[in-house]
Nanobody, 124 residues
């Protein structure tokens, strides 16, 4: 059974950092493109990053570009999202999701498997 589990969320002050993990079980994670999404109260879910299966290319939404970095550790079957210079507007539940396409599609609908989410709160 394909399963994704996020961890690493928590409360952090503005300007701080967190590293989220997305651990996969039941499948080899590098065979999938992995996306990170977030959902803040009162807002639509937003795709913020993706790492492709084909060549490890990475993509970022403008809202996080230059502050967040996605990476993959195939030995640990885990994808990470390093989040730096966090802002209060980064507060959300963060999800990782898997897409069978070898390249990041740019469309949320192609991600068929989702984790349960981890809460990130940026506040002083």
């Amino acid at each position: 059974q394909l399963q994704l589990v996020e961890s690493g969320g928590g409360l952090v002050q503005p300007g701080g950092s967190l590293r989220l993990s997305c651990a996969a079980s039941g499948f080899t994670l590098d065979a999938y493109s992995i996306g990170w999404f977030r959902h803040a109260p009162g807002k639509e879910r937003e795709g913020i990053s993706c790492i492709s299966s084909r060549d490890g290319n990475t993509y970022y939404a403008d809202s996080v570009k230059g502050r967040f970095t996605v990476s993959r550790d195939n030995a640990k079957n885990t994808v990470y999202l390093q989040m730096n210079i966090l802002r209060p507007e980064d507060t959300a539940v963060y999800y990782c999701a898997a897409d069978t396409h070898k390249d990041c599609s740019g469309y949320e609908s192609t991600f068929g498997s989702w984790g349960q989410g981890t809460q990130v709160t940026v506040s002083s």
